[in-house]
Every structure is written in structure tokens, then in C-alpha cells.
């Protein structure tokens, strides 16, 4: 942040009271999520890191739970209902009692527009503070068809012409307008109300904010931002572009700035809070879902599936392996393919390899835990623990009956249903004691032979 905007008063307006027609969704599509959080959450978030703390949301519908997902614990927070769509400039006003109180710089984001970022904003709050009355967030673009125009005169901002609007001399303007402002906090509200509908689409468009401010005296600027920053969303195929643009971002700062290898990035789906370490690879195909840290050193292969989890440093994952809430892999621990871990500590250096259920447990630490082990954790109503001690091996093929124990050092027999706990440096055996039949499989042999031959014989 500049030091001139640290010390300004802020007050962001988030305009979100669309309908969301082209989402063909039950919900306001800024609860759609981008990442795994909704799309406002993203904005509000942005806010926050560009040092905003107050923010006006300007709602129509579903209002209750988009201001819910709009929570913050950095920002304070109004709700605004627009109740007639009258164009950006009246949504503005809708927030007329916020802005009101007077701040040093306002900012107008749209909550469909999810990745704008701090430094833009920070970058339009720095121009206020150099004296501009508007600054608006533009973009260049190859395609700037639907977009309003930004009109250029040296380094002044005479117009924003909405494409509906525009003549054709300025249809060939490829610097666009990409909705998003910076205004004066004391000026805005009676510029704003000097904004009429006179235009194609009957709207009062805040854009014409940058004619209004000139007329008044007042100097109208644009800051460039990247294109992607300023993409939005109206329909799920927006949505999409959105998520796509969001990952490679997030992608690209983990493995440059963070360090974290990638093989085959494109195909690693990060949520928004996901926490990768240094000197991690990731190998292809991976998703996390939210609530995810691994440290540092920590191997995930391919094909893995993480939700709610912490795995420690030098862990391995997978391939093929899935991590649910509460899981929590401990130090050089390794969990293989096809296991399926949830609320569970599985201690340091303890190995579950192979084909296993882990639910509800605590292994302790180089504990080994055979191919296709279950915890039955589940009797229908209640879900029970399973504690297995430090060092303890676990045969193959084991049902583990909770609520059970099996002690430090014991021993678990392949295929055994442990359904009573197993003291320390035990050997339990929960299984039919083997018996041999010495020359047993020749008389069946035979006899499955004959039945086949009278099959035959019968045509049957
Ligand atoms: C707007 C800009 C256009 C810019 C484009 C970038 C105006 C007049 N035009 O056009 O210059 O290039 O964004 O995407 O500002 N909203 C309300 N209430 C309203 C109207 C809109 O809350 O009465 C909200 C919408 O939900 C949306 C945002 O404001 O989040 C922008 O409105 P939209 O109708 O999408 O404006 P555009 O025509 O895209
Ligand atoms: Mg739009």
C-alpha cells in the first residue's frame, strides 16, 4: 500500500443486486463459488488486503445469504437493497447513507468481478490521493465488444462511452472500462446525483460519472489493470473461464513464489485457502478441496483427493489417494493407494499403503497398517474410535470393531475382526484357525468333473 492510502478513510461499494438471468441458477450467482468460496467472498477479501474496512454491499437477491458470505473479520459491513435495477449509478445511491458519512476514497467494485486485486485497487486509491476526483480500472482487450470505451486525452479521461452508446470510431477503442472506479468520497454522492438516463439503454450508468466530474472542474484518470482482473461473470461458462483464470494464478504464485513443484500444474485444482509449503511436489492430477495444509517437503502423487487436512512435512500421498476432513498425517507418514482417511491422526512415520479404511482413529507413530484394513467406525447411529499404539503392526485384511484398542508393539493377525482391545506387545488372532484336508481337492475335483459330464449328456 502507498503511504499516502494509509492514511486516507475508505468505504467500498460492492454492487451485486443483479438477478443473475443468465445463470439460470436457484441463487445470486455471487454465491457461486470460484475456488470453493463464494464469488463476493473473494471481493470482500480483495478489499480487505487493499486496506479497505468498510464496506457498503448493495443487494436485491437471496440479500440474507450473500451478505453472509460476505462476512469478514476485517470488515465492517452494511446491506443495501436496490430494489429497482436502474443502472450502476443508482445502484451506487442505493448505498446513499453509507458513502454519506464521508470518506476520504470510494471504491465501486462489482461482486461478479472476483479477480480484481489489491495492488489495482491500491493503484486507483494512490491517483486519488495525486488529486483525482474518478479513477477508473481499464483494461485492454482484443475483443472489446459490450464494453464501455474509455475516451483518452493524454494522460486525462474525457468519457466512458457504453458500447450501445458508442459511434463507430469509438467502437475501434480497445481500451475498455472495466466497471470498477475509484471516486472522491466527498464529491461522489453529488456527482452521482447529477447523472441522468438520456442513453440506449435507459439506464443511469455510473460511467457517465467521468463527463459529470469534468464538467464540475474535477480531473477523471485510468488505471490499467490486466485483462483477467477484470473478467465477470454472467453465465456458468464465465463462471468457468473465471476458475481457470483463478487457478494458473494461484498455481503460478505457488510455484514461483512459493516453491512448491508442480509437474503438470494445469491439472491441479486448488481451493482459496489451500496451504502448500515450500519443497512440495505435486504430481498430476491432484484436487484440494478447502481446509488443506501441507508442509513442507511432503510428497502428493497422482490422482489424490484432499479435503480438511493437514499432512506433514516428508509425508507421501497417494497415488490414488483421499484425504477427508480431519486427517492429519504425521511426519514422514505415508498413505498409498486406495485409502481412504477421515478424522484421523495417522502418527509419524506410520504407513497405511494399501486398499484401507481409516476413520475415527489415532495410529501411532512407524505403526504399519496391512493392505485392505477397515475401521468399522460406523454402527448405523454412532461412529466409535479406533486407538492403535506406537509400533504396532496390523495384518492384512483386518476389521477393526469400534470402539477398540490395540496396544503399543502388538501384533493384529491377517484377516482378523478384532472386536476386544489388544494389550501391548500382544499377538491377536480373531480369525477361524486354519485346518488342512489332505487329499480333499481330488475327490471334489472329480466329482465337479462327473457333474459336468451328465450336464452334457443331458444337453442341459
Ligand atoms: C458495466 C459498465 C461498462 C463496463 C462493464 C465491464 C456501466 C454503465 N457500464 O457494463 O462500461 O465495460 O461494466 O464489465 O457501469 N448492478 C446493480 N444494479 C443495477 C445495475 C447493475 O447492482 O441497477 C450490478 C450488476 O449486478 C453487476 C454490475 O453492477 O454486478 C455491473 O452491471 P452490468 O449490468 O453488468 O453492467 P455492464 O453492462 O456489464
Ligand atoms: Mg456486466
Known sequence: MTAASTKRTSLAVVLAAGESTRMKSSRSKVLHPVANRPMIAHVVDT????????????????AEKVAAAAA???????????????????????????????????????????LITAATLEAARAQLADGADVVVIGFRTADPTGYGRLIIEGEELLAIREHKDASEAE???????????????????????RIGNAN???????????????????????????????????????LAFIEKLWQERRRREMMVDGGVSMIAPETVFLSWDTEIAGDVTIEPNVVFGPGVRIESGAVIHAFSHIEGARVAAGAQIGPYARLRPGASVGEGARVGNFCEVKKAEIGPGAKVNHL???????????TNIGAGTITCNYDGINKHVTQIGADAF???????VA???????AYVASGSVITADVPDDAVAFGRARQENKEGRAAVIRERNRALKDARGKSGA
Open 356 to 366: 484401507t479404511y481409516i476413520g475415527d482413529a489415532f495410529i501411532g507413530a512407524r
Open 171 to 193: 467502437r475501434a477503442i480497445t481500451y475498455c472500462n472495466g466497471g470498477l472506479m475509484a471516486l472522491n468520497g466527498y464529491k461522489a454522492l453529488d456527482l452521482i446525483a
Open 200 to 238: 440506449a439503454k435507459g439506464e443511469y450508468y455510473l460511467t457517465d460519472i467521468v463527463e459529470v466530474a469534468r464538467a464540475a472542474g474535477g480531473r477523471a484518470v485510468a488505471v490499467e489493470a490486466a485483462e483477467a482482473e477484470l473478467t465477470g461473470c454472467n453465465n456458468r461458462a464465465e
Open 394 to 400: 496390523i495384518g492384512s485384511n483386518t476389521s477393526l
Open 72 to 114: 469478514h473479520p476485517s470488515v465492517e459491513s452494511s446491506v443495501h437493497i436496490q430494489t429497482e435495477r436502474l443502472g450502476t449509478a443508482h445502484a451506487v445511491l442505493a448505498a446513499r447513507e453509507a458513502i454519506a458519512k464521508g470518506h476520504d476514497d470510494l471504491i465501486v467494485v462489482f461482486g461478479d468481478t472476483p
Open 47 to 62: 478489499l480487505a488486503g487493499a486496506g479497505i474496512s468498510e464496506v457498503a454491499l448493495v443487494l436485491g437477491r437471496d
Open 403 to 409: 470402539p477398540v484398542s490395540v496396544g503399543e508393539g
